[in-house]
């Protein structure tokens, strides 16, 4: 069974860092774009930040400049380093992947099980 398992999260006061690190596991044909989003209290699931298995990022405007998204394809992970964090970066952050389970099938969506961030003084 594939999972994406989440770590990183926490709390962190205004202008600091975090990581985020989010690994597929199981059994798998191939892992082809990774992904964070994340969702505040009363607001949309949003992408942050997305990269294909080529190694090319697209962020979301609101955190050009600030985050990084990266990835170890030998190791199917992803990690997002976020600097200069503000409070309006607080949200559960959601990994996601688009996961193919054997070399005849198409991709399929995974989704983590969301991990917090809260930026606060």
């Known amino acids: 069974q594939v999972q994406l398992v989440e770590s990183g999260g926490g709390l962190v006061q205004p202008g600091g860092s975090l990581r985020l690190s989010c690994a597929a596991s199981?059994?798998?044909?191939?892992?082809?774009?990774m992904a964070w989003y994340r969702q505040a209290p009363g607001k949309q699931r949003e992408l942050v930040a997305i990269i294909n298995s080529g190694g090319s990022t697209d962020y979301a405007d609101s955190v050009k400049g600030r985050f990084t998204l990266s990835r170890d394809n030998a190791k199917n992970t992803v990690n997002l380093q976020m600097n200069s964090l503000k409070p309006e970066d607080t949200a559960v952050y959601y990994c996601n992947a688009q996961i193919r389970s054997s070399e005849l099938s198409s991709s399929r969506t995974y989704w983590g099980q969301g991990t917090q961030v809260t930026v606060s003084s």
């Open positions: 199981g059994r798998f044909f191939s892992v082809n774009a």
